[in-house]
């Protein structure tokens, strides 16, 4: 690898990376904003202007507040599960396609830390390794509040990973690709997925809110049966990794929907405007920012308007209704693509 | 039996695919909430802006003196008697000579208390008083973390001497008493 | 750098195999046993098997072995509720276990040397490629173990209905 290409990976993966710890703060003030402003509040407003610096403070509150490990939880395993909720949280954004490219001296420089050629499979892999974080951390919490959070929330994810799976699987026949860079760049200006798979995009959209234990399907840490889920004897900083970790995730999910099914970085007469390569590009960037911006408002938007499920009806959709959908999808979308693969074969006979 | 012709049978009928699909009202609901999203707020912001008490609120007690700075009371013990939860008690004493730049009439409370914890601020100690002695104003009662504390004797309760610092109860006085 | 990260890799493998044989609580086996399942899908990348490592890690480490760590936390076992083990029943594994190794060793004997034919052809795990191998060369048994899942998948949900009486 050549000296300049190392030195932009490493910017662009410590950028990455700081940009989605930013993002993850910001979506915390954000949220308590969004909540106020439903709930006709005003929200955080005391620290800085417009309440702006309530991150830090609350950064600061959560290392100052006092560290409790149970006496009697396995203590090893008690550390290891906020670590991993926030390692997985965090290796997800490795294979998103930030932007098309920028050229620098007449060399070009992808915006994505790594294109795997099974991107999709990747972030699957990460997802279910997440469930783990959540695991470990209630049963070596040694506390039946915990455990029942722990049960509640693997559950409830290994049922929203298959109907997650089986909605994508449909797309990636589509476009005939697992790496996320190329699905987005098969659709072009306004071509986006959510047009030709609006029953797959809501699977993927219902399954995400479910992943990222987010209401209505945050059954997991839900505070009038649980006292507080799989955190309930965490404190201090581990607790912080938890609440943040899920934060992260729900950025990480609105980057790959906008990336399957919104189109990415592409944006409607985005190339027709004649500006420069690297403007277009950055350009891009930002719309998909945008995007994403809009979705993880959307994540807050919904939970501030709907209660969350009882445990039954979460897996009677999960089960009866989302993956039988989810393979109606499937057959539907092979049937339409043998369709138009014969059309398209007799009229070039 | 009919108690009321008011009453409505339940009706637990089939729910029609729209409602069972579940997503129209998911919608519908979004909807409500962005409205909100645009609504007038409704917080005040507490310590610059305070929020207008009613003139009728009934907050901290005072024990009133008259222009000259004596005290009202007369340990008459009427408010004790209307008090329904039993909050107030007194003790009463006799002016020595002397002390009259201190009370009003021959006969004054040497110990007021109230105790605020089973004060229930109805007002009716004020309605009460035949001396215009005892008021409640628009003062918030501070919060504590000790039940002793909640025994408010007469140095909480009478107002200061100073003219300045008296508490000013004229939005209370109802008309005719005003004459 | 991939010999080193081979070795590395290995000597993790191993260990956490070994951690699972003799760790005194269950959930810590499990839990070797997960990050055994990762070494091996780090085995898998080395290989250029990308897509088998994904699907190794998502199937085996993302939802088998949760159902393992599921049970194990359900039944709350411990090293103090450990039944006794019988001296007789020692000696019967020890010997079972000597055996298995014994085949293992020979088995391993008569294969003609592990050589790996220099670096394996970096195209070979892709997705496309395993899916033509997939669906044309192996196309019976791919469809036959299909078929498979599919019992398996009916008799779960017929097991897991209610008793119609």
């Known amino acids: 690898m050549e000296t300049a290409d190392l030195i932009f990976k490493i910017v662009f993966v410590l950028g990455v990376f700081g940009v989605s710890l930013v993002i993850a703060m910001y979506s915390t003030y954000a949220e308590r904003k969004v909540a106020a402003f439903f709930q006709d509040r005003i929200g955080p407003n005391r620290a800085g202007p417009f309440g702006l610096l309530q991150p830090l403070a609350d950064g600061v509150k959560m290392f100052m507040k006092e560290e409790i490990i149970p006496t009697h939880a396995d203590k090893a395993l008690f550390i290891l599960g906020p670590s991993i909720a926030m390692l997985t949280a965090c290796m997800t954004s490795v294979v998103i396609p930030w932007g098309s490219s920028l050229i620098i001296n007449g060399k070009e420089f992808v915006m994505q830390i790594t294109d795997v050629n099974i991107g999709i499979l990747y972030v699957f892999g990460v997802v279910s390794i997440g469930v783990y974080g959540i695991m470990i951390g209630g049963w070596a919490s040694n506390n039946k509040f915990s455990l029942l959070g722990a049960l509640r929330a693997s559950s409830q994810m290994i049922s929203y990973e298959l109907a997650m799976g089986m909605s994508i699987i449909a797309l990636v026949m589509m476009t005939g690709t697992l790496s996320i860079r190329e699905i987005v760049e098969s659709q072009p200006g306004a071509h986006w997925n959510v047009f030709v798979q609006p029953l797959g995009f809501l699977l993927f959209l219902i399954c995400a809110f479910a992943e990222t234990n987010r209401t209505p399907f945050d059954l997991p840490e839900c505070e009038t049966e649980l006292v507080g889920g799989y955190h309930t004897e965490y404190s201090s900083m581990k607790l912080g990794f938890y609440l943040f970790a899920e934060y992260i995730n729900m950025f990480i999910s609105s980057a790959i929907i906008v990336c399957l099914y919104f189109g990415g970085y592409n944006f409607p007469f985005l190339n027709s405007l004649g500006l420069s390569h690297n403007a277009t590009a950055i350009l891009g960037t930002v719309l998909m920012f945008g995007k994403i911006f809009f979705f993880i408002f959307f994540f807050m938007w919904v939970r501030w308007t709907i209660p969350r499920f009882r445990y039954d009806q979460l897996m009677r959709l999960g089960w009866k209704i989302l993956i039988p959908l989810a393979v109606l999808n499937i057959v539907i979308t092979a049937v339409v693509l043998l369709f138009k693969y014969d059309l398209w074969n007799t009229s070039i006979n | 039996m009919q108690l009321t012709n008011r009453s409505k049978v339940v009706v637990r009928k089939e729910m029609s695919l729209a409602e069972r699909l579940y997503l129209p009202a998911i919608l519908g609901g979004l909807f409500i909430t962005f409205k909100h999203f645009f609504r007038k707020k409704t917080t005040i912001s507490y310590p610059e802006v305070q929020r207008q008490f009613t003139p009728v609120y009934r907050g901290h007690h005072v024990l009133k003196r008259d222009e000259q700075g004596r005290e009202n009371c007369t340990a008459c013990g009427l408010c004790a008697v209307a008090c329904p939860a039993e909050a107030i008690t007194m003790t009463a004493a006799e002016r020595k000579p002397g002390e009259e730049k201190l009370y009003r009439e021959e006969k004054y409370a040497s110990v007021y208390e109230i105790n605020m914890l089973r004060c229930i601020f109805c007002g009716l100690c004020e309605e009460a008083c035949p001396k215009e002695a005892i008021f409640l104003t628009d003062k918030i009662v501070h919060s504590g973390y000790e039940r002793q504390g909640f025994i408010f004797g007469k140095d909480k309760l009478v107002e200061p001497v100073e003219a300045d610092k008296r508490v000013d109860i004229s939005g209370r006085l109802t008309a005719h008493r005003k004459n | ?165």
């Open chain 3, 1 to 165: 750098m991939s010999k080193i990260a081979f070795f590395v890799l290995a000597f993790l493998s191993i260990f956490s195999a070994m951690m699972v044989v003799f760790s005194r609580k269950p959930v810590h086996s499990v839990l070797s046993l997960i990050f055994c399942f990762f070494t091996i899908a780090g085995h898998y990348i080395l290989l250029n098997a990308q897509f088998l490592a994904a699907v190794h890690v998502i199937v085996y480490a993302g939802a088998i072995m949760v159902l393992f760590l599921f049970v194990i936390m359900l039944l709350n076992l411990n090293a103090e509720s450990e039944p006794h083990k019988t001296s007789a029943g020692k000696i019967a594994a020890v010997v079972s276990g000597g055996l298995l190794l014994l085949v293992l060793v020979s088995v391993l004997k008569s294969t003609d040397g592990l050589h790996l034919s220099s670096a394996p052809d970096s195209q070979v795990g892709m997705v496309k490629n395993l899916g033509m191998v997939l669906y044309d060369k192996y196309m019976l048994p791919f469809e036959v173990s299909a078929l498979l899942f599919l019992t398996a998948m009916i008799g779960a949900t017929m097991i897991g209905k209610k008793e119609l009486d």
